[in-house]
């Protein structure tokens, strides 16, 4: 499996354009996390979802924030408009059924680095 | 609510053993996992605790006690490669996964 797939590696952008970050988790994992890592936060949990159906995202920052999920395979953060305080590492990460081997394990893509000037 | 604390650097020295030590508050806690990000890179699995007691895989090891709601990482025979950010992060019963600020291990000759 290639793992946890995200697109683009880096964007660096202007003030009120729209981001778009795409992810496509491992093949049968049934749950996708979105992070967001800053020196000052951390890892901040955005959203996830379990099937496709968000479960929590209460930690999406604002209504500029917003994370879709239309099938097993693909997910998408868009940042509209965006602002220079959303620079930041922005990670995907999916995990296994409930109970099976991997329910406990977090497998991490290689982040997307977005950098609003 | 959720947090979860942890020293934020630790230094020692290769060959010895290390411990992080990570305190939580989450509400529906269901288990503690530890996780290793090196610079620039995406933080890997190294352990889970569903249960109170140690788990030991190779070189780490990690302990949970739900009573205190505390658990830590334990490193033993440090190398050089071991120097990375670590972090504890608590999942509730909706499985969730909130992690700690990190602590940044550096291993010195």
């Known amino acids: 499996d290639a793992g946890v797939i995200q697109s683009p590696r880096h964007e660096v952008t202007e003030m009120g354009q729209e981001v778009t970050l795409r992810c496509k988790p491992i093949?049968?994992?049934?749950?996708l996390f979105w992070y967001r890592q800053t020196m000052m936060r951390g890892l901040e949990l955005l959203i996830y979802f379990n099937n496709n159906v968000p479960i929590d995202d209460s930690g999406m920052p604002e209504d500029r924030f917003s994370a879709k999920m239309p099938n097993a395979s693909f997910s998408t953060l868009k940042i509209q408009p965006s602002e220079p305080r959303d620079s930041a590492v922005y990670f995907c990460?999916?995990?296994?059924?409930?109970?099976?081997?991997?329910?406990?394990?977090?497998?991490f893509g290689a982040g997307s680095r977005l950098t609003v000037l | 609510g959720q947090s979860l604390e942890q020293p934020s650097e630790v230094t020692a020295v290769e060959g010895a053993i290390v411990q992080i030590n990570c305190t939580y508050q989450?509400?529906?806690?269901?288990?503690l996992s530890w996780y290793q990000q090196h610079d620039g890179g995406a933080p890997t699995f190294l352990s889970y605790n569903g249960l109170d007691g140690l788990e030991e895989t190779g070189r780490f090891s990690s302990f949970l006690s739900r009573s205190d709601s505390y658990g830590y990482l334990l490193l033993q025979e440090l190398q050089m490669k071991d120097s990375a950010s670590y972090f504890c992060?608590?999942?509730?019963?909706?499985?969730?996964?909130?992690f700690g600020k990190g602590t940044s291990l550096l291993v010195t000759p």
């Open positions: 093949s049968g994992h049934n749950s």
């Open positions: 989450t509400s529906g806690f269901y288990g």
């Open positions: 992060a608590a999942s509730n019963s909706g499985y969730a996964l909130n």
């Open positions: 990460a999916s995990r296994g059924l409930a109970g099976g081997p991997g329910a406990n394990v977090l497998t």
